[in-house]
Every structure is written in structure tokens, then in C-alpha cells.
């Protein structure tokens, strides 16, 4: 056996040649003979053992003509500059220190009052003394307490859904909500005038978009007409291909309302679900604040996905939504800001929930936050230079120049005009929007009203607004 086992491989190795392909012979050969030259014949690579030491002297010189590269491009006289910020100073309450001047508080979001509000402050400063500041983790990590448990069950219990969970970002909350069931190859229709959280989210997503004119819903379905009708030509495409609706109930860029009940039609006829973001009218809208479903009177599991800034009218950071538990559920995983963000800080946990508390117990502010809301319209809309925009049940007010003028004059004057009536006690901004937002909304001043406000609160804001217009214009 022995003496036949070499026959046995130079017969196979024959037998191989012989059946093998040409080519593949070839290449074998090439492979072989480069493995053969890497091993024996290739110059390997041989650092000098010694160096040539520069003397001090050329050493000096080097450093002397090294030029370092700017850490930030140059700035040229083209470049837009940008506006110094003004300094807050203390709580932005009814009345806001502003770079060191006592003024009217129309800049800030506090609809309902409650920022500063001593029962809600002294809970938040007790929390600390269990707690801590901070949560020091992500909700998977360690980041869990009782608080946010606590919270999340008495919002879903509040807006009558089966569950609810927290960011501790208003910002997270949309922006993630959004890629967390929308993915490449979904298709998203969206308001044109959606805001810039919306517009980050829609980015996350990949997802398809295509968006429809601001507050139409002819537009929208229009567009999802035209999307039934290639699902029908494509249903194996169609099968695979999510659709979603994204609104928000009260538009941050305009102060419309949302014509719900219609859009709640076209999710039931086309069978596309929705997310509504409900930052301005979460404790604005409706009976008791519950928002635009409860506005509406639409059944609140007719909307898919509910979320809210709680920065607005709870006296709190961070965000929530709301739903059915299998869909809140896939955030737990699949929501960015919820999974890699650290949890929203307990004090600020704790702030909400008696914040929620209060919205529940009073109507009061509800009703005078209406009224201030319709007051303060009425009193812009005698001002000529002014176009007041949205709704009268928004507690964000849009003003624009009358005058038809580019928008980068427009937003020159209404930056004076802001300033003139900071400095005259009274506190407002100009909105700002960022390059790479889509369809921006033209300039226009922004004035936020609370509860808070009494009419002469706001006649007076108003005249300081009225004086300033007839200083800047041209």
C-alpha cells in the first residue's frame, strides 16, 4: 500500500490536469508562482537603523515656516452673520428679565401659566433629594424610574390610549417617532408646512416623501389617489410598501388647525395611518385640553400615533406619544432618542406629572388662555402694517408685513421691530428658520400668549408693537 500511494497522487493529480479547464490550470500556475515571489524573492521592507538627526538650529527654522490650517473656514464679507442672542435672566414667566430689562412675556411657550408655579417647583426640588439631578442612562440602561412609569401611565390614562412613553427631548419625540415604523422604500405623505422636528424625522426615515399643500385636503388626496392607482398596478410592490400621514394639529410655523375629522376620512378610506403632532394644542385644545381629538370630538384610537412637546404647556422638558400598546411598544426598541438618548431627568418627570395634574383639575386657564389667544388677534388685526395669521383657538400668533417686500427685508425690519420693543418692555421674537428646512413660511413675529395675560397685558404689548412698526418702516 505503501509504495502505491504515491502512484495514487501523481495518478490523481494527472487525472485532475487532465479534466480541470485550461484557464483554471492557468490561474492556479499564476497564483502559485506570485505566492513563490512574495516568500523568496520580494524586498521586504527594512527601516534604516539610523536616521539623520536635525541639528536644533533646523529644527527651529521647520517651526519658524509651519503654518497651521484654520480650524474653522474663513468667514467672508458675503457670509451671512449671525445675530447675537439675547440673555435671559431668571424664570420666563409672565414677565422675562431680557439682557438685563424687565419685560411683557410674549416670546416664550408657558400657555398655561405653570413655569415658575410654586407647587409644581417645590415637588420638582423635594425629587432631587431622592433622586438625584440626573438619570445618568438611556431607559434600557439603568435609566428607568418609578417617576417615568408613573408618568407614562397617567398620560396614556389622560388622552384615553393604552400607552404612552417619554423622551427627554420635545424634539426627540417626532424626529423619532417617524423612522421608527417608516423605513427606505416607505412612503410618507406630509403637510408642506410641517415643522422643523417633523421635517428631521422625515430625513431619519429615508423614506419617500411627498408632500402636500399646507392644511389641503383635496391635495392630500389628490396624492393618495395617485398612489392607489400605481398600488394597483404594482400590488406586489404595494404589499411591501408602508404608507404613513404625518400632521400636526396646530401648525408651529402658521397657527392653523388641522381639519381632522376630514383627515381621519381619508385614513379610513385609503387605509394609511397617522401621525399627529400635537405640540401647540396638547392643554390648549378641547374641553379639558386633551387636543384635537377631544376639539374634534374625533374617537382618539382614529389616530394612530399622538405626540406632544411636553415644553409647552406642562412646564417641563422633553416628549411623549401615544397609542396602542403594540405600536408604543416597537418605540421601546426602535426609537432612537428613547433607546440611545439618556431618560428624561427625574425632577423634570416629576414636574410633569403635576403639571398634568393641574391641566386636569382647572379649566380655568384653559378658558382664559382661549380668550387671550382671541383677544390678542383682535388687537393685532386692527394694526395696517400687520397680516395677522391662523387660528383664533392658537396661542402662537403669526404677524407678517402687510407690505408686499422681499423676505430678507422683511425679516431686516421685523428684527428691528423686535428689538425696539424689547427695548420699550415688551418681549417678542422674529422666527427663524434654518437653510436646509423645506419650504420655509415667509418671516413674520411671533407672539406667544399665556393665561397669564390680562387684556391690558396685551393692549399694551400690542401698542409697543404698533409704535415700533411706524419706527422701522421704511
Known amino acids: 500500500m505503501a509504495n502505491n500511494a504515491p502512484e495514487s497522487v501523481f495518478e490523481a493529480a494527472l487525472a485532475y490536469i487532465s479534466e480541470a479547464p485550461s484557464y483554471h490550470i492557468a490561474l492556479e500556475m499564476v497564483l502559485i508562482l506570485w505566492i513563490v515571489y512574495l516568500l523568496f524573492f520580494s524586498r521586504q521592507y527594512k527601516p534604516e537603523s539610523k536616521r539623520d538627526k536635525l541639528t536644533k538650529e533646523e529644527e527651529e527654522q521647520i517651526i519658524a515656516q509651519w503654518e497651521p490650517e484654520p480650524l474653522v473656514p474663513n468667514v467672508y464679507p458675503t457670509d451671512r452673520a449671525v445675530d447675537p442672542a439675547p440673555i435671559v435672566t431668571g424664570v420666563a414667566g409672565l414677565h422675562v428679565t431680557v439682557n438685563g430689562k424687565r419685560c411683557l412675556n410674549l416670546a416664550t411657550f408657558n400657555f398655561l401659566g405653570l413655569l415658575g408655579e410654586q407647587g409644581i417647583t417645590s ?39 393604552e400607552e404612552a412613553i417619554i423622551y427627554s427631548y420635545g424634539f426627540a419625540a417626532i424626529s423619532s417617532a417617524i423612522p421608527a415604523y417608516s423605513k427606505r422604500r416607505d412612503i410618507i405623505f406630509c403637510d408642506s408646512g410641517a415643522n422643523y422636528a417633523v ?27 395617485e398612489q392607489r392607482k400605481l398600488d394597483e398596478k404594482n400590488p406586489a410592490k404595494a404589499k411591501v410598501t408602508r404608507k404613513f400621514i404625518v400632521a400636526e394639529s396646530l401648525y408651529m410655523n402658521y397657527g392653523d388647525l388641522v381639519p381632522l375629522p376630514k383627515l381621519v376620512e381619508l385614513r379610513s378610506k385609503y387605509q394609511v395611518p397617522i401621525f399627529l403632532e400635537e405640540s401647540l394644542s396638547f392643554g390648549v385644545l378641547g374641553k379639558t385640553g386633551r387636543g384635537a381629538t377631544e376639539h374634534f370630538g374625533v374617537p382618539v384610537n382614529e389616530v394612530d400615533v399622538i405626540v406632544s412637546s411636553m415644553e409647552t404647556s406642562m412646564a417641563s422638558v422633553g416628549g411623549f406619544c401615544v397609542g396602542k400598546s403594540y405600536i408604543i411598544d416597537h418605540q421601546r426598541l426602535s426609537g432612537l432618542g428613547y433607546c440611545f438618548s439618556a431618560s428624561l431627568p427625574p425632577l423634570t418627570a416629576v414636574a410633569s406629572i403635576e403639571a398634568l395634574g393641574a391641566i386636569d383639575s382647572s ?24 397680516t395677522v395669521g391662523g387660528e383664533d383657538v392658537c396661542p402662537v400668533v403669526h404677524v407678517r408685513l402687510s407690505k408686499t417686500v422681499s423676505n430678507d427685508v422683511a ?25 436646509e428646512e423645506s419650504l420655509p413660511p415667509p418671516p413674520s413675529l411671533r407672539l406667544t400668549v399665556s393665561s397669564e395675560h390680562s387684556e391690558e397685558d ?12 411706524a419706527k422701522c418702516l421704511p
Open 123 to 161: 415637588k420638582a426640588a423635594e425629587s432631587i433629594q431622592k433622586y438625584g439631578v440626573g438619570s445618568c442612562g438611556p431607559r434600557g440602561f439603568y435609566g428607568t424610574f418609578d417617576v417615568h412609569l408613573e408618568l407614562e401611565e397617567k398620560l396614556a390614562k389622560f388622552l384615553g390610549c
Open 199 to 225: 421635517q428631521k424625522g422625515l430625513v431619519a426615515s429615508r423614506s419617500k416623501v411627498k408632500y402636500f399643500k399646507h392644511n389641503d385636503m383635496e391635495d392630500l388626496e389628490r396624492l393618495l389617489e
Open 363 to 386: 379649566s380655568q386657564k384653559l378658558e382664559r388662555l382661549r380668550s387671550n389667544a382671541k383677544c390678542l388677534r383682535k388687537l393685532l388685526s386692527s394694526v395696517k402694517a400687520l
Open 411 to 435: 425679516a431686516k425690519i421685523l428684527q428691528d421691530v423686535a428689538d425696539q420693543c424689547i427695548a420699550n418692555g415688551v418681549a417678542v421674537v422674529t422666527s427663524k428658520y434654518l437653510d
Open 458 to 469: 396685551l393692549g399694551l404689548a400690542v401698542s409697543i408693537i404698533e409704535a415700533a412698526l
